[in-house]
């Protein structure tokens, strides 16, 4: 049962580092990231990016 828990830490650490790269990403590009959860449903994560000016 230990093992579990190590790779479950591990990879929620991973998680954690992705999702922090696309947020800053994100926000550099003048978007916006969130995230929606439904009990029993879900969870969802949704950005917005602005069109380039040309």
Do not use: C, H
């Amino acid at each position: 049962m230990a093992r579990l828990v190590d790779i479950n830490a591990e990879l929620q650490k991973e998680i954690s580092i992705g999702l922090a790269y696309v947020r800053t990403l994100i926000r550099q590009l003048g978007g916006r990231v969130w995230v929606e959860s439904k009990l029993g449903v879900g969870t969802k994560m949704k950005f917005t990016v602005p069109n380039a000016v040309r």
